[in-house]
């Protein structure tokens, strides 16, 4: 997108994209911009996808779907009107979605996922697929998505009635910007030369009364609680063997011992820099600690083995393992953030300060920066491929960088499928309990069964008024004891997949529109942190109960 | 006025008139036709989650919907809220919005309100059978509430409308169901909201640290100083390029980076972030259970639901509890324990920090006297010299205080207890 100076006045696709600017940034916003998705199947659930899409600014939607408009199509989807009925819906969603933003191209093609995947593979695969990200809405069958490479980011959906579930596959997401609540770290306990020596000047007069010559009480308030904590931690350990305070009574006791240095003999009858000093012991002093996630990252082989194709993910984070590693850079440590919060203080004391904690998180920046120079040297790849400003954003966020793994459709939808799936499965029936416990997993259960019902026989359980509920409601049951036999798992019917195979032939593959709107959020979220590469994206599977307004996450 | 009928509600009906394995043993669909078919349903806003919720209403198969709105329609709502088109720029937002879905969703009636909900009596809001929010001010959720919580007669069922509430930031969002004095109103919620910490204005003035610091030294100072009694417009371009000059000027002379027009813009307008998709979530559940209560299709929401979607996908779904002394849905003054040597000024300081009170410009009295005006100047001559004296010298232990603010849609009671 053109983008102007940040300090200029915003240009006017700045102003219309202002409030979603604000979370994922021109780059986030480059990234939708350059996608192109497909939606397979116009039903009220895909088109309230798309349209969550559209509005953001995604590149460009193509709309696959062979069906005409029936008039019961009007009363569940938004983006169709009274003169579609009878003419292709695909493309008449593409004209009505297409009205919500000039900015996105949209097309359509008449035809089925069925064929499609059948006649034209070429448009699912990787490399010659105009398509960046793919999303099948139900009903779909079985076989057909086990045809999609695994490599294009894509997302199946059912919404039947109040249930709907969201499963996603991919090739392995490697996130940067996860957008934590604060990239805060104080490393009290590793503090470097010049913090110490900055603790040393601002706080050397700390204990001595104003009329001995101290600091005036102006002064005194106003030394940044960082540097209170820093000192009194030297005068801790020099107290107790060199050791910090690590239990939560040490904690206290510490607490204590700022406490009783406060001067009470001001107005308000405290200091607003102790308390927050004090208030911050619990949450500050304690060791510099690697996150599981980070250390999935830095312990994956991709990044203690880089290659020449990799992604420069891998680069930098191999670069980071090696900072951690030499002692004459991080020692053990992961590079510092920079974050640093707001605290009582004197402007320019706060100012340098914040300058020691962005100068060392610019030191460990280009130490990995130099690292990973030297990697693309040896791999033989460009050294300037990677900019200091890319290893800074991993660098800042390096305890919280992820690595998503996504299972493929395959090893779920396999019959029988592996053994991952069957003791995920598993072990979430077993964990059930409708009082403490009630996951959703007897909704995934049912929803299984009524793919498998979809995917064999061809019709939508309940669909048929006239067919007898209790005969589709044992043809289901039979369904979902198939499947679950071929996980290996013996028990009889569980009352609530009962319920919810009463629910869900109720349905009889009818969308309500407020649970096809509801999921087409949640889809479009998901889709939006998949392109941006920003937040985390769900691992790999979502469903929502809309009688209870309920989600439960599970990797399948 | 019909709801939902024929092959267009093909699946709508098809769900509705098959009891499901939640549903009650006497659920019978057909009786509520009549109820239905007079289902007057009041949706407050036409932003990012009213859009949603009138689409959603509407293809719920509810044909005679109002809509009340005060605002128009800017540039930057277009990213979400997708019934208005550039074109539309400057119009009301109700008034396009519900001339849109007519125009789309066939037999439905939507009347738009270009009003404030305040200008509307009780006579008008008791038409209803339900009333959706989807609002983006603190304020007009608290004066609904209110309104709704206060027209209840126990004795006539008619007169409690449920409220479902939505509300969104960036990816998170929460949706709700309160029954007027039956269930937690947003009254017993309303320290849940993140207290908003106004930066002290001697860190402004003297020792700012942070960009935003500089900013609202230039809005909450230096605008004033520099141009009197001339209101600044948040909207107007120019002011806000001014405020940004401004701010970077004195950033720079305390070298503090990271000022920039957006974000001066985002300070001085405390602007949310919003996105299609978050309002499509946290609309549709609204509109879900909305239609649950209606119909008895399926047990509605008991009470709270809070959608997390920026790791991940979370929900918590919760039952909120109704607070005891509640100022809108309890029914006794709320007991207060304050030491009796602070000023009535500290007082006042004090219940303008408290996250579950939340004012700005107290007028207080007791039985006995008056404590503090704010207006007429004339009273608030009279009055201000009391702000100076201490409580102990103005009321008893236990003593009740009326105290009304322009924020507060209601007389907020306290009985004053002094600490010993």
Known sequence: ?556 | MTFAQGPRWKQLERVRNRKGAFTDDDYAPQDQAEFLDDCKILVIGAGGLGCEILKNLALSGFTNIHVIDMDTIDLSNLNRQFLFREADVGKPKAEVAARFVMKRVKGCTITPHYCAIQDKDTDFYMQFKLVICGLDSVEARRWINSTLVDMVDPNVMETLKPLVDGGTEGFKGQSRVILPTITSCYECSLDMLTPQTAVPICTLASIPRQPAHCIEWASILEWPRVFGDKKMDTDNPEHIQWLYEAALARAKEFNIMGVTYSMTQGVVKNIIPAIASTNAIIAASCCNEALKILTNMNPFLQNYMMYTGDEGVYTHTFEHQKKEGCPVCGTSAIDFEVSPDITLADFIDKLKEQPDIQIKKPTITTQRRKLYFQAPPELNELTRPNLDKKLSELADSGEEFAITDPGLPFNLRLNVIFTK
Request: aromatic residues 8%; proline residues 5%; charged residues 25%.
């Open chain 1, 1 to 556: 997108m053109a983008s102007t100076a940040p300090s200029g006045m915003p240009s006017s696709k700045e102003k219309k994209y202002d409030r979603q600017l604000r979370l994922w940034g021109a780059d986030g916003q480059n990234k939708l911009e350059a996608s192109h998705i497909a939606l397979f199947g116009a039903s009220a659930a895909g088109c309230e996808i798309l349209k969550n899409l559209i509005l953001p600014g995604i590149g460009r939607f193509t709309i696959i779907d062979d069906k005409k408009v029936e008039e019961s199509d009007l009363g569940v989807n938004f983006f169709l009107d009274d003169d579609s009925v009878g003419k292709s819906r695909a493309e008449r969603t593409a004209a009505l979605l297409g009205e919500l933003n000039p900015d996105v191209e949209g097309d359509y093609i008449e035809d089925s996922f069925s064929n499609l995947v059948a006649t034209k593979p070429e448009l699912f695969q990787p490399g010659w697929t105009p398509f960046t990200h793919i999303i099948v809405v139900s009903p779909f069958n079985t076989d057909d998505v086990l045809k999609l490479s695994p490599e294009i980011p894509t997302f199946l959906v059912h919404s039947i009635g109040s249930t709907a579930m969201l499963r996603i596959s991919a090739s392995t997401r490697c996130v940067v910007d996860t957008h934590p609540d604060t990239l805060i770290d104080l490393r009290l306990l590793n503090p470097w030369e010049e913090l110490s020596a900055m603790v040393a000047e601002k706080t050397k007069d700390l204990g001595i009364a104003e009329k001995d010559g101290g600091m005036s009480d102006h002064e005194h308030g106003h030394v940044p609680y960082v540097l209170l904590l820093l000192k009194f931690l030297e005068d801790w350990k020099a107290a107790h063997g060199g050791n910090p305070p690590s239990t939560y009574a040490e904690k206290n006791a510490f607490k204590d011992m700022i406490r009783n240095s406060m001067r009470m003999d001001v107005p308000g009858g405290s200091e607003e820099n102790y308390e927050e000093a004090i208030a911050a012991v619990l949450k500050n002093i304690r060791a510099a600690e690697i996150s599981s996630h980070t250390k999935a990252v830095l312990e994956d082989p991709r990044c203690i083995n880089p290659t020449p194709e990799c992604e420069t993910f891998w680069i930098i984070a191999h670069a980071v393992r090696e900072f951690m590693n030499r002692d004459d850079q991080g020692a053990g440590l992961l590079p510092l953030s920079g974050g640093f919060p707001d605290m009582k203080a004197e402007s320019s004391t706060y100012v340098a300060l914040q300058n020691i904690y962005r100068s060392r998180a610019r030191r460990d920046a280009t130490f990995v920066h130099e690292n990973a120079k030297a990697v693309l040297r040896k791999l033989g790849r460009d050294p300037e491929l990677i900019t200091l400003d890319e290893v800074s954003l991993f660098t800042k966020h390096a305890n919280f960088v992820r690595r998503i793994n996504y299972r493929t459709i395959a090893a779920e939808y396999n019959f029988p499928p592996d053994d991952f799936h069957k003791k995920a499965v598993t072990s979430a029936l077993q964990s059930y309990n409708a009082e403490w416990n009630p996951s959703l997993i007897y909704d995934y259960v049912a929803l299984r069964a009524w793919q498998e019902y979809y995917s064999k026989i061809g019709q939508l359980p309940g669909e048929d008024d006239n067919y007898l509920d209790s005969d589709i409601r044992e043809q289901m049951r039979i369904t979902a004891v198939d499947y679950l036999s071929s996980i290996g798992y013996q028990s009889n019917i569980d009352h609530r997949l009962d319920q919810m195979l009463q629910e869900i032939i109720r349905a009889g593959g009818s969308e309500l529109h407020v649970i096809a709107s509801l999921i087409g959020g949640i889809v479009a979220q998901e889709i939006v942190k998949v392109i941006t590469s920003q937040y985390v994206p769900v691992n790999n599977t979502v469903i929502f109960d809309g009688i209870k307004s309920r989600t439960s996450v599970f990797e399948f």
